[in-house]
């Protein structure tokens, strides 16, 4: 059950919005710590079962932590032994495939037999959930937050179905003053269900639209320069919708049951360099890499060369996290980390300064060519992908793609780049045409009708799981 689905649409959300008005406040935790265990045991109770155990044992093992004495070696080594249990489970489940698919591989090319392997499914949302409960608990032993000490509080905290399978990865001290008084009122129900709608335009509008594209594009066996640009920004409006759509929906949802969750994206694509980028993509990601991470490495404190040294394991490590089934991902953060050292290097030289316009260009160059990568089942896939993006397969459009492409693409890109470049017309066609009352009511509207649109759309096909749900 995704929340672009009939079944979440029609019977989960309703029914649990109903329960959850009619409850008491007091109860309100208990109806949406039940509300998402239900939601988690709907996709799967095995998963449910997996989710309960790392919620306990992060709770416990956060009241251990608070008791140790502060200072104390008993205390270090009881964090890094929650940490090390957390990381240790995400990487079952995330990275057994790969292994003994790596495995398999290497002593069939020196004669064995291949291993016999049964795949290790890869519950949704877990590696959120794993995030979330280590900054919790590091929190809480740098006594940056308060220990939770009600069950149902941090439970609820770690399991609200609205942002746990694909974020934003919220963190226990955003959210801990909500848990316990929170305003369930018109005002943010509507604001919240307009966000959502919102959010539910961008997925099934321009992310869902651009799917079968992609898909084609990305199988083509000698893809042309136009098939391979046209995969490529395909993929990329695809993965900002998608994802940027999900995390829409999640704050909507946070915020009409009276959760206020922080932004997770401020315009990537508009982005001057590698290193704003990655201010405005993912940001809670980008906060929890820095924060727990980045300056658990040491950060800029221990020289120039540690320095880049941490920068590039940060993003190494960042794009191992987002996935298992193709070492791509890996290669995919070592980029962006190679990136970040040379944005870096260069804007502490003396080297000139790049003039906007081209820096703008390059960012979204080295963005796009990277999401090859990140797309890209397996590395030989990159490769002809690659090779088409600069010209060694021809340069025509070609048949397979010529026979996908459908005016509805056309249109699906449009709007997306249309709402990319939007918050730079908006300044001038307020200063032009004046303030925001002449088109309030269109704005006010138009999420209704997209809403209308995207759920008559996912009622004449197969609801499309949001890409996130696999990382």
Same mark, same amino acid.
Request: charge should be positive.
């Given at each position: 059950?995704?929340?672009a689905? =009939? $079944?979440?649409?029609?019977l989960?959300? @309703? &029914?649990? !919005?109903?329960?959850?008005? *009619?409850?008491?406040?007091?109860w309100?935790?208990?109806?949406?710590?039940i509300g998402?265990?239900?939601?988690?045991?709907?996709?799967?109770p095995?998963?449910l079962?997996?989710?309960?155990?790392?919620?306990?044992?992060?709770?416990?093992?956060?009241?251990?932590?608070?008791?140790?004495?502060?200072?104390?070696?008993?205390?270090v080594?009881?964090l890094?032994?929650l940490i090390?249990?957390?990381?240790?489970?995400?990487?079952w489940?995330k990275y057994a495939n790969?292994?003994a698919?790596?495995?398999?591989?290497l002593i069939?090319?020196?004669?064995?037999?291949p =291993? $016999?392997w049964?795949r290790?499914?890869l @519950? &949704?949302? !877990?590696?959120?959930?794993? *995030?979330q409960?280590?900054?919790?608990?590091?929190d809480?032993h740098?006594?940056?937050?308060?220990?939770e000490r009600?069950?149902?509080n941090?439970a609820?905290?770690?399991?609200?179905?609205?942002?746990?399978?694909a974020?934003?990865?919220?963190?226990?001290d955003?959210?801990?003053?909500?848990?316990?008084?929170r305003y369930?009122n018109?005002q943010n129900?509507?604001?919240?269900?307009?966000?959502?709608?919102?959010?539910?335009?961008?997925?099934?509008?321009v992310?869902?639209t651009?799917s079968?594209?992609?898909d084609?594009?990305f199988?083509?066996?000698n893809?042309?320069?136009?098939?391979?640009?046209?995969?490529?920004?395909?993929?990329?409006?695809?993965?900002?919708?998608d994802?940027?759509?999900?995390s829409?929906?999640?704050?909507?949802?946070g915020?009409?049951?009276?959760f206020h969750?922080?932004?997770?994206?401020?315009?990537?694509?508009?982005?001057s360099?590698i290193?704003?980028?990655?201010?405005?993509w993912?940001l809670?990601?980008s906060?929890w890499l820095?924060?727990?991470?980045?300056?658990a490495?040491?950060?800029n404190?221990?020289?120039?060369w540690?320095?880049y040294r941490?920068?590039?394991?940060?993003?190494?490590?960042a794009g191992?996290w987002?996935?298992?089934?193709?070492?791509?991902y890996?290669l995919?953060?070592?980029?962006?980390?190679?990136?970040?050292c040379?944005?870096?290097l260069?804007?502490?030289?003396n080297l000139?300064?790049?003039?906007?316009?081209?820096?703008?260009?390059?960012t979204?160059?080295?963005?796009?060519?990277?999401?090859?990568?990140?797309?890209?089942p397996?590395?030989?896939?990159a490769?002809?992908m690659?090779?088409?993006?600069?010209?060694?397969?021809?340069?025509?459009?070609?048949?397979?793609?010529a026979?996908?492409?459908r005016?509805?693409h056309?249109?699906?890109?449009?709007?997306?780049v249309l709402c990319?470049?939007?918050?730079?017309l908006?300044?001038?066609?307020?200063?032009?045409?004046?303030g925001?009352?002449?088109?309030a009511?269109?704005a006010?509207l138009?999420?209704v009708a997209?809403?209308l649109?995207?759920?008559?759309?996912?009622?004449?096909?197969?609801a499309?799981p949001?890409?996130?749900?696999?990382?």
């Amino acid at each position: 059950m995704v929340f672009a689905s =009939l $079944e979440f649409l029609t019977l989960f959300l @309703p &029914a649990f !919005l109903l329960v959850y008005a *009619l409850g008491k406040p007091a109860w309100r935790n208990v109806i949406l710590l039940i509300g998402s265990w239900l939601f988690y045991g709907w996709l799967s109770p095995l998963f449910l079962t997996l989710h309960v155990v790392l919620t306990i044992v992060a709770w416990v093992g956060g009241l251990m932590v608070d008791r140790a004495p502060v200072g104390s070696k008993g205390r270090v080594r009881l964090l890094i032994a929650l940490i090390v249990f957390n990381t240790a489970v995400l990487c079952w489940y995330k990275y057994a495939n790969i292994l003994a698919g790596t495995l398999s591989d290497l002593i069939s090319y020196y004669g064995a037999m291949p =291993l $016999e392997w049964q795949r290790v499914a890869l @519950p &949704a949302g !877990l590696s959120f959930i794993v *995030l979330q409960a280590i900054s919790y608990l590091v929190d809480v032993h740098r006594h940056t937050v308060p220990v939770e000490r009600s069950f149902i509080n941090y439970a609820t905290y770690i399991s609200m179905f609205g942002h746990s399978i694909a974020g934003p990865i919220i963190r226990y001290d955003w959210v801990r003053r909500e848990l316990t008084q929170r305003y369930f009122n018109w005002q943010n129900f509507s604001l919240g269900a307009r966000r959502f709608m919102i959010g539910m335009c961008m997925k099934v509008l321009v992310a869902d639209t651009l799917s079968p594209l992609v898909d084609v594009a990305f199988h083509l066996d000698n893809p042309s320069f136009v098939d391979a640009w046209i995969g490529c920004l395909a993929y990329s409006l695809q993965l900002f919708f998608d994802f940027a759509g999900y995390s829409a929906m999640a704050i909507g949802l946070g915020l009409m049951l009276g959760f206020h969750f922080p932004e997770n994206f401020n315009r990537p694509y508009l982005a001057s360099s590698i290193q704003d980028f990655w201010r405005r993509w993912h940001l809670s990601l980008s906060s929890w890499l820095r924060d727990y991470l980045y300056i658990a490495l040491g950060g800029n404190r221990n020289g120039v060369w540690k320095t880049y040294r941490n920068l590039f394991l940060t993003m190494a490590i960042a794009g191992l996290w987002h996935g298992g089934d193709s070492w791509n991902y890996l290669l995919w953060g070592a980029a962006h980390g190679i990136a970040l050292c040379v944005d870096r290097l260069w804007s502490r030289s003396n080297l000139p300064s790049i003039p906007p316009l081209l820096s703008h260009s390059l960012t979204l160059l080295f963005v796009f060519l990277a999401w090859t990568l990140f797309r890209s089942p397996d590395f030989h896939t990159a490769l002809t992908m690659y090779a088409g993006q600069f010209g060694l397969h021809g340069f025509a459009l070609g048949d397979a793609l010529a026979v996908t492409l459908r005016p509805v693409h056309g249109l699906a890109a449009l709007l997306g780049v249309l709402c990319v470049v939007a918050p730079l017309l908006h300044e001038r066609c307020e200063q032009r045409f004046g303030g925001y009352a002449w088109y309030a009511p269109m704005a006010a509207l138009w999420p209704v009708a997209g809403f209308l649109l995207s759920f008559a759309l996912i009622a004449s096909r197969e609801a499309v799981p949001f890409l996130y749900f696999q990382f």
